[in-house]
């Protein structure tokens, strides 16, 4: 079996950073890609970032282009998200995934077919 297990959630000030951890164990196998999806209290899950396991591209949403940073690590099998600049509408439960293949494109949440538990991220004011 494989699982994902989100860290580094928490309590940050508007403008303050946070950086999220996802960290796959168990069985290995290569993810052809991993993203990052968030869900605001009261709203549906959204598309926050993306890397390909191999080569690196990235993917954003436009929300947070030029605060966030993916990356990710081969050897630990882990993926990060850099918060930078938050702001109370990145407050949300934010959700990692991996998938073996994409079928379309890394934004939808239908490619990804290994989850975490989720992490809360909370931003005041």
């Known amino acids: 079996q494989v699982q994902l297990v989100e860290s580094g959630g928490g309590l940050v000030q508007a403008g303050g950073s946070l950086r999220l951890s996802c960290a796959a164990s168990?069985?290995?196998?290569?993810?052809?890609?991993m993203g990052w999806f968030r869900q605001p209290p009261g709203k549906e899950r959204e598309f926050v970032a993306a890397i390909r396991w191999s080569g690196g591209s990235t993917y954003y949403a436009d929300s947070v282009k030029g605060r966030f940073t993916i990356s990710r690590d081969n050897a630990k099998n882990t993926v990060y998200l850099q918060m930078n600049n938050l702001k109370p509408e990145d407050t949300a439960v934010y959700y990692c995934?991996?998938?073996?293949?994409?079928?379309?494109?890394?934004?939808?949440?239908?490619?990804?077919?290994?989850w975490g538990q989720g992490t809360q991220v909370t931003v005041s004011s």
């Open positions: 168990g069985r290995t196998f290569s993810f052809s890609a």
């Open positions: 995934a991996g998938t073996r293949r994409v079928y379309s494109a890394t934004y939808y949440e239908a490619e990804y077919n290994y």
